[in-house]
T-cell receptor, first 114, second 116 residues
């Protein structure tokens, strides 16, 4: 089925370890996003890519890096994981117009940093 | 900058009754879109309803309607005839229109519990 695929679904890291969250979409969308969700905080934007070849910081970019590998793939990297990065991470994509039905979310990655 | 405020951390409603979830927003953009998403305990984000800032009529989608009051900058979600399956977290979100940046800004959410 068409949509946004995130891997892995669950991950436990030790403080200081690094990892990359993968995201791929087959919607032919131009824009892709990484959000984190914490209890009582809603979804906060970490980084986004308005189009292939561009990336920009969102609201909470510290401690993260991203790569827009191609139009389909947008990865999120934690270089030195910290307990404060324990969260649920969502990848999303949207079409050029970003219209009412234009956003598709992945199923999320639950990350725990111990 | 855009900001979404949801002042109700939790709401309770009896099955078959209607419930209103509040959302106010702040933006300097003349054109924008407002969204409501549902997140059940399984975690996926489900799109419910959309309202464009220039839409003349309030949006409706089945049992969901959006009470859009532009002058008051509010976009409340009304769920009619609540069902047990409506128990979930609900997020209000907005985006600017135009340009190439369509990022969504979310509120903190309201946890709705439907009682039998």
């Amino acid at each position: 089925n068409a949509g946004v695929t995130q891997t892995p679904k669950f991950q436990v890291l030790k403080t200081g370890q690094s990892m990359t969250l993968q995201c791929a979409q087959d919607m032919n969308h131009n824009s892709m996003y990484w959000y984190r969700q914490d209890p009582g905080m809603g979804l906060r934007l970490i980084y986004y890519s308005a189009s292939e070849g561009t990336t920009d910081k969102g609201e909470v970019p510290n401690g993260y890096n991203v790569s827009r590998l191609n139009k389909r793939e947008f990865s999120l990297r934690l270089e030195l994981a910290a307990p404060s990065q324990t969260s649920v991470y969502f990848c999303a994509s949207s079409g050029l117009e970003g219209g009412p039905n234009g956003y598709t979310f992945g199923s999320g990655t639950r990350l725990t940093v111990v | 900058a855009q900001k979404i405020t949801q002042t109700q951390p939790g709401m309770f409603v009896q099955e078959k009754e209607a419930v209103t979830l509040d959302c106010t927003y702040d933006t300097s953009d003349p054109s924008y879109g407002l969204f409501w998403y549902k997140q059940p305990s399984s975690g996926e984000m489900i799109f419910l309803i959309y309202q464009g800032s220039y839409d003349q009529q309030n949006a409706t989608e089945g049992r969901y309607s959006l009470n859009f009051q532009k002058a008051r900058k509010s976009a409340n979600l009304v769920i009619s005839a609540s069902q047990l399956g409506d128990s979930a977290m609900y997020f209000c979100a907005m985006r600017r229109s135009g340009g190439s940046n369509y990022k969504l800004t979310f509120g903190k959410g309201t946890l709705l519990t439907v009682n039998p």
